[in-house]
């Protein structure tokens, strides 16, 4: 490792753990290398520790790798808890795809992500051989963020259609469905309700990946 390219005003900046300047990245005069010489499935590994306890909820890992396979089979972030003899927290695992795919296609750019919010002062990086070739991987840059970086990317699932009606007492419903309206069989939804004069409501759950349904009640009588 270098401190090449320190920013001076931020010098123990979470952000700038192995010492590059975290506004850019224009390529750092020194990557950390790791021997060659060591067997596939060789846990090579960075530990470093701030000056008082930080507390990270994102980080970027910059590593890069080549046709000759120069690529880690496996990546773990790890911190000590409070008190902690060993690295105890499992703060982030990831087994990146070969070749590496990039984020927003930017070489070296590998990771990007939220976590968990993790406070510690000690914190080692596990970067694992890749097999068959037995090629160390090449690593720019960790940067850790005090703060979450990226949008949560919410979802929206309907669990549950509800089909109501003004019924009429004494009167005999079906509910029914089917799939592709208007050229379809309509199959019964439920059994029949016997109108009272009120609003009547049937339901159907919808299941994860279900086809779209269509609704209707049909009165018997």
Not at 24 to 41: K, L, M
Not at 204 to 220: E, I, K, N, S
Request: with cysteine; glycine share 8%.
């Amino acid at each position: 490792m270098d401190n090449y390219g320190r920013n001076p005003a931020t010098p123990y900046d979470i952000r700038n753990i192995l010492g590059y300047h975290f506004i850019s990245y224009p390529g750092e005069a020194y990557n950390v290398i790791f021997s060659d010489s060591t067997p596939s499935g060789f846990t090579h590994f960075l530990e470093w520790q701030t000056p008082t306890p930080v507390t990270v909820r994102s980080f970027n890992l910059w590593a890069w790798g080549d046709s000759s396979g120069r690529e880690m089979a496996l990546f773990r972030l790890l911190a000590k808890s409070p008190g902690a003899t060993n690295f105890d927290l499992v703060v982030y695992t990831f087994t990146p795809s070969h070749p590496y795919q990039y984020v927003d296609g930017v070489f070296g750019f590998l990771i990007s992500t939220d976590i968990k919010p993790t406070t510690a002062q000690e914190f080692r990086a596990e970067f694992v051989n890749p097999t068959p070739m037995g090629y160390a991987p090449r690593v720019r840059e960790i940067d850790g963020f005090g703060e979450f970086r990226h949008e949560p990317r919410a979802t929206i699932r309907v669990s549950e259609v509800e089909t109501s009606w003004q019924s009429v007492a004494g009167v005999n419903y079906q509910g029914e469905f089917c799939t592709n309206f208007p050229s379809s069989t309509w199959e019964p939804l439920g059994s029949v309700v016997v109108g009272d004069g009120s609003v009547l409501k049937i339901t159907d759950p919808v299941l994860p990946d279900q086809p779209r349904r269509f609704y209707r009640v049909r009165p018997l009588d």
